[in-house]
């Protein structure tokens, strides 16, 4: 085998997506079919295979996937060694993320980057129910996120804690600085769509409890969800980092959520195989120190 084809293969086996698979090689899409054409010759299988409009890995590619993207995370992590200079490496991180932190925590992130590795940059994913999966197979380098039960594939640190608030207009009948967990299922909301139509670390709690949300308006935005309470009477719970940064953008005034609504965790999570990897270690090591300076300035300002 040509071994100057392991990098292709491996993306290919990843994007499931030959054209995609080309912008990440700096490629044309033709030379990259050529590619696959030359990889199913020389491995006897198809590796990628038709699943209605998107492609599917064989067996056989998930196998080699595996093997070939640990090789590739070993090379890279013994051609880097002791040399790993983070101001003359160029790699775009792939990381997948919410609009919370990608609003209120990956600013900080890039300036960091920018001060320490200015060649290296950023490509934001939405979080999704695929990110898991896009982890396990390399399609992305990390996540930071708010955890539910990760696969045992995958390593899960710590960064930060949250808590939510409320974002009422300023006419809202609703008075006080709180409000009751009553007064909150009585009115309704504005969801910023997390997972299918859901705020879960919200909603799944108050379902559970057999009080669920009267929901009025589902949005995957942010800003529109902070427009929409300004404009009427639907109450919208957002964490408390990213709810003040609307603050002074929109006619809006922030209350004190229910008691009962508790806050969250985010974490940085990635997969096992990227342990020894010298940039993507040196990487998770400059989001972790971000989030510490970034929140316990906050703690300290508190």
Same mark, same amino acid.
């Given at each position: 085998?040509?071994?100057?084809?392991?990098?292709?293969?491996?993306?290919?086996?990843?994007?499931?997506?030959?054209?995609?698979?080309?912008?990440?090689?700096?490629?044309?899409?033709?030379?990259?079919?050529?590619? $696959?054409?030359?990889?199913?010759?020389?491995?006897?299988?198809? $590796?990628?295979? =038709?699943?209605?409009?998107?492609?599917?890995?064989?067996?056989?590619?998930? @196998?080699?996937?595996?093997?070939?993207?640990?090789?590739?995370?070993?090379?890279?992590?013994?051609?880097?060694?002791?040399?790993?200079?983070?101001?003359?490496?160029?790699?775009?991180?792939?990381?997948?993320?919410?609009?919370? *932190?990608?609003?209120?925590?990956?600013?900080?992130?890039?300036?960091? $980057?920018?001060?320490?590795?200015?060649?290296? %940059?950023?490509?934001?994913?939405? +979080?999704?129910?695929?990110?898991?999966?896009?982890?396990?197979?390399?399609?992305?380098?990390? @996540?930071?996120?708010?955890?539910?039960?990760?696969?045992?594939?995958?390593?899960?640190?710590?960064?930060?804690?949250?808590?939510?608030?409320?974002?009422?207009?300023?006419?809202?009948?609703?008075?006080?600085?709180?409000?009751?967990?009553?007064?909150? $299922?009585?009115?309704?909301? *504005?969801?910023?769509?997390?997972?299918?139509? +859901?705020?879960?670390?919200?909603?799944?709690?108050?379902?559970? =409890?057999?009080?669920?949300?009267?929901? %009025?308006?589902?949005?995957?935005?942010?800003?529109?969800?902070?427009?929409?309470?300004?404009?009427?009477?639907?109450?919208?719970?957002?964490? =408390?980092?990213?709810?003040?940064?609307?603050?002074?953008?929109?006619?809006?005034?922030?209350? @004190?959520?229910?008691?009962?609504?508790?806050?969250?965790?985010?974490?940085?999570? +990635?997969?096992?195989?990227?342990?020894?990897?010298?940039?993507?270690? +040196?990487?998770?090591?400059?989001?972790?120190?971000? @989030?510490?300076?970034?929140?316990?300035?906050?703690?300290?300002?508190?």
């Amino acid at each position: 085998m040509d071994l100057n084809l392991i990098r292709p293969l491996c993306v290919l086996l990843e994007e499931l997506h030959v054209s995609r698979a080309a912008e990440r090689c700096e490629m044309s899409q033709p030379a990259m079919s050529r590619i $696959l054409e030359r990889l199913r010759s020389t491995f006897g299988d198809e $590796l990628l295979v =038709r699943n209605g409009r998107n492609y599917g890995r064989t067996p056989r590619g998930d @196998a080699i996937l595996a093997e070939f993207r640990e090789v590739l995370n070993r090379i890279e992590s013994t051609v880097a060694g002791s040399q790993f200079l983070p101001e003359h490496y160029d790699m775009r991180f792939r990381v997948a993320t919410t609009d919370y *932190a990608s609003a209120v925590f990956v600013p900080h992130l890039l300036r960091d $980057l920018e001060e320490r590795s200015p060649g290296s %940059g950023l490509s934001m994913m939405a +979080w999704n129910e695929r990110s898991y999966d896009d982890l396990e197979t390399g399609r992305l380098d990390a @996540a930071i996120m708010s955890a539910d039960d990760p696969p045992s594939s995958l390593v899960c640190e710590p960064l930060f804690e949250e808590d939510y608030v409320c974002m009422a207009s300023l006419d809202h009948p609703i008075r006080g600085n709180r409000v009751s967990l009553e007064s909150y $299922l009585a009115c309704r909301h *504005a969801v910023v769509d997390i997972m299918r139509g +859901w705020q879960p670390s919200i909603d799944q709690p108050l379902v559970a =409890r057999g009080q669920p949300r009267r929901i %009025g308006y589902v949005t995957p935005f942010a800003g529109s969800a902070v427009f929409a309470a300004a404009q009427t009477t639907l109450i919208l719970t957002l964490p =408390r980092r990213l709810a003040m940064s609307y603050r002074n953008v929109a006619p809006v005034r922030m209350l @004190a959520a229910p008691a009962e609504i508790g806050g969250f965790s985010y974490s940085l999570l +990635w997969h096992k195989r990227l342990d020894t990897s010298g940039p993507h270690g +040196w990487f998770r090591s400059r989001i972790k120190r971000v @989030a510490s300076d970034l929140f316990d300035v906050e703690r300290l300002r508190a």
